[in-house]
């Protein structure tokens, strides 16, 4: 009897086991009819609202889902390097194309562009407000040692950052406490900034929609050197032949298509566009 | 502060309206942790009780690895079955990062131990009691391990329960393996780290709120249940 | 009354059993027949308990022998299975009295569902708790308790059945009720081998006394011979109610 009650209550649990795995499962299966693709992305553009706006008039068009996987662009790229992805929508030209020269991507494409801006304290200590020029205020900022944020992770973000401080001539690092490293992703890095009153630089997207700005305020835009270009790669399909090429050249087709680049440039948050389309024609 | 009290406007507004959206991820998040859960207890329970009874040369090494397991950083647990689950990797041609099913399988690896661990110390405190009556009985350590999970039921109740607990609250893992992408595997836990990540401070703190409200009413009811089974079972 | 072949008599050949450099059981050699009911006294810390576990075989003794007479033609699990033991603090399962029985046989693994219960409730009642067959085991009183060990280890029909100091701490009711069911055990055919601090219980029990004194056997002896004329000093001052040291 003993055997029995054991095998019984062995069987109920694997069963309420399969039960809850079962919905689960056939989630899965259900979503792998309808044809989907993972695009890796980068978290401006998802925490932006972006492609909250843009994947439904895509997926309605195609009957294609996008499954966007939005990280660092660093982390990004590296996901699409072991073929976890099969589009990869990030902003960071040098490594892009490094990417694409090592044979993991098959072409990049540029898509839009958002700009960065220089985000600071009201009372902006280091007095950079209405400068316009971007290397001159990292270069009081660092002169007055006022706290400055940055993502430290990698992103593309943080690639321009450590780029315009190259242009100040300033090794960050270098000068001691007030340049803080928080390794997070934007919407963080802002939390954290906003939390130490400090400079930071950041993607008018992510600004534009982030709700928690405490005292902090835009004190530097427009400047060319704060221009933030995306591209869009596919995975090389000869690399992992699993990618799928159709429905992800789909998508970056249309991404790249008058209508795609309409619907970009048509995101607004409170009235301002957030991304400027600038796909080239084919063949241009 | 006035945090707190947007913060549970939200999560008010969240309950009443029965947002489509919440429901969603709410459900996504209790499937994923309680499969995992289950997957881990048919795992934990035998092997905890077999640890407290076996006796075989590297036992006590295994039994300290299983106990500092259960501090495993969830994010490493997410990065190791990451590593197993990608294109690149082992078990890459089954596609399956990603999915919900990464993510359980994530949790497992992360409850396991935990589970596990109390199955062994709970076992090995019954077995301590009732080791001569079963040897007595003739009942060969092999067979003693059904009737000292059984009797103990009660006790192991709690280990699942901590298991769950783990599962529900963590993020690390199922952020690395799952993807938070929505509508597919954006559970309770991923969508508070996004929503914190856009400074939607309310929101993020609502939705933890509705999650509390969620694990709270599961660690009621097995405490119910419990009682109940008690006073019947004496 | 045996008419099936039986693991008895027990040999016991120079048992020791030390723990570490202490000497707990020492060169104990004695032949236990089957035909009477044994019990074990002496002065607490003699190794009463110890001896029982290492006749049941729970515990192996460092030097020495325990042998069964059936164990050549029987094997060493059959020889286990003709036992039982019911220890001083009942060891009762998390569930219902009858499931603690039907559990005990279904370990032997010999009879049926259907005849462990029909076995299950018979034992039940031949202690008296037919009544509380369903109940938790460990909602029972102490003296129920202990009964339903004994029942539990009845049903196995044992050749031999240890009791290590059934009746401590309980009442005299039920002390009564447990001696009762002793008496009906050893009449149905088991074996009794006991051990008891309670020497009433000795006298009202005893067919013949082992009498161990610092692990080692200084009587072993008809009861009626033990209780009138002991032979040795200790047990004269045991029977008398000295400090035995």
């Not at chain 2, 991820?25 to 934990?44: D, H, N």
């Not at chain 2, 992360?110 to 661990?117: G, K, S």
């Not at chain 3, 701490?169 to 447990?178: E, F, H, K, M, T």
């Not at chain 3, 069911?181 to 008891?196: L, N, Q, S, V």
Request: proline share 4%.
């Amino acid at each position: 009897m003993k055997l029995f009650e054991t095998t019984r209550r062995a069987v109920m649990a694997i069963a309420v086991g399969a039960a809850f795995l079962g919905p689960a499962g056939a989630a899965g299966a259900q979503t792998a009819e309808k044809p989907f693709i993972t695009v890796a992305s980068t978290t401006s553009t998802e925490q932006s609202g972006l492609f909250k706006h843009l994947l439904p008039q895509f997926t309605e068009k195609t009957g294609i889902e996008v499954r966007v996987v939005a990280v660092g662009t660093g982390q990004a790229l590296k996901i699409g390097e072991r073929g976890d992805a099969d589009v990869v929508f990030v902003h960071a030209k040098s490594a892009e194309e490094e990417f694409v020269a090592k044979g993991f991507g098959v072409e990049r494409l540029e898509v839009m562009y958002n700009d960065f801006i220089l985000v600071g304290p009201k009372s902006d200590p280091a007095g950079v407000r209405g400068t316009g020029d971007v290397v001159k205020a990292f270069q009081a900022i660092a002169e007055k040692k006022s706290p400055f944020v940055s993502r430290g992770d990698d992103s593309g973000t943080h690639k321009a950052e450590l780029a315009l401080w190259k242009l100040a001539a300033i090794d960050p690092k270098a000068g001691g406490s007030w340049y803080r490293e928080t390794g997070s992703g934007m919407g963080p890095a802002l939390n954290t900034a906003a939390g130490m009153d400090a400079y930071i630089l950041a993607d008018r997207g992510t600004w534009l929609s982030f709700k928690n700005r405490g005292d902090l305020a835009i004190l530097v835009e427009g400047d060319d050197r704060l221009f933030n270009q995306y591209g869009i790669i596919l995975v090389n399909p000869a690399r992992h032949p699993h990618v799928k090429e159709k429905e992800a050249r789909a998508f970056i087709d249309w991404v790249l298509s008058p209508e795609g680049q309409a619907a970009i440039a048509s995101y607004k948050i409170e009235g301002e566009q957030l991304f400027f389309p600038n796909a080239r024609k084919k063949g241009a | 502060m006035h945090g707190f009290d947007e913060a549970l406007a939200a999560a008010w507004r969240l309950i009443v309206t029965g947002d489509t959206a919440l429901v969603e991820i709410a459900t996504l998040s209790l499937k994923v942790s309680l499969t995992a859960v289950v997957c881990a207890a048919l795992i934990g329970l035998p092997l905890g009780a077999a640890l407290a009874l076996a006796r075989f040369p590297g036992r006590n090494a295994l039994v300290v690895t299983i106990n500092a397991l259960m501090g495993l950083p969830p994010v490493v647990a997410g990065l190791l079955v990451y590593l197993l689950l990608s294109r690149a990797g082992p078990l890459g041609p089954y596609g399956l990062l990603f999915t919900p099913t990464a993510m359980i399988i994530a949790q497992t690896v992360l409850v396991t131990p935990i589970i596990a661990a109390l199955t062994r110390q709970v076992v090995a405190d019954l077995w301590q009691e009732y080791r001569e009556q079963l040897t007595s009985l003739g009942a060969s350590r092999l067979r003693a391990v059904p009737t000292l999970l059984w009797d103990a039921r009660f006790s192991l109740v709690t280990a699942v329960l901590a298991g769950l607990g783990r599962a529900m609250a963590e993020v690390g893992a199922i952020l690395v393996v799952g993807g938070n992408i929505a509508g597919v595997t954006r559970t309770m836990t991923t969508a508070i780290a996004l929503e914190t990540s856009k400074g939607d401070l309310p929101l993020a703190l609502g939705l933890g709120i509705v999650l509390l409200v969620i694990v709270l009413a599961i660690n009621a009811a097995a405490h119910l249940l419990g009682t109940t089974a008690r006073r019947a079972a004496g | 009354m045996h008419a099936r072949a039986t693991i008895l008599p027990l040999t016991l050949d120079r048992v020791t059993y030390a723990h570490g450099s202490t000497v707990l059981i020492d060169g104990i050699s004695t032949v236990i027949g089957a035909s009477s009911r044994t019990i074990i006294l002496g002065p607490n810390g003699a190794g009463k308990s110890l001896l029982l576990r290492l006749c049941h075989g729970l515990i192996a003794p460092t030097a020495g022998a325990v042998r069964w007479a059936g164990a050549d033609t029987l094997g060493r699990s059959d020889v286990a299975r003709r036992q039982a033991m019911v220890f001083q603090r009942p060891v009762l399962l998390r569930r219902s009295a009858l499931a603690n029985i039907t559990y005990a046989l279904s370990l032997q693994g010999r009879l049926g569902r259907a005849e462990r219960l029909a076995r299950a409730h018979e034992a039940l009642a031949g202690v008296g708790l037919a009544h509380v067959a369903q109940r938790p085991a460990h909602v029972l009183s102490g003296g129920e308790q202990q009964r339903l060990a004994i029942a539990r280890a009845a049903a196995l029909k044992p050749d031999v059945l240890f009791l290590d100091e059934p009746t401590a701490s309980l009442d005299p009711g039920a002390c009564r009720a447990i001696e009762d069911a002793i008496r009906a055990i050893d009449a149905a055919g088991t074996k009794i081998i006991m051990t008891t601090h309670d020497l009433g219980q000795a006298r009202r029990l005893a067919d013949e006394v082992l009498f161990l004194c610092h692990g080692r056997l200084l009587e072993h002896t008809p009861a009626d011979e033990f209780f009138e004329s002991p032979r040795t000093p200790q047990a004269a001052a045991f029977l008398r109610g000295d400090i035995v040291g």
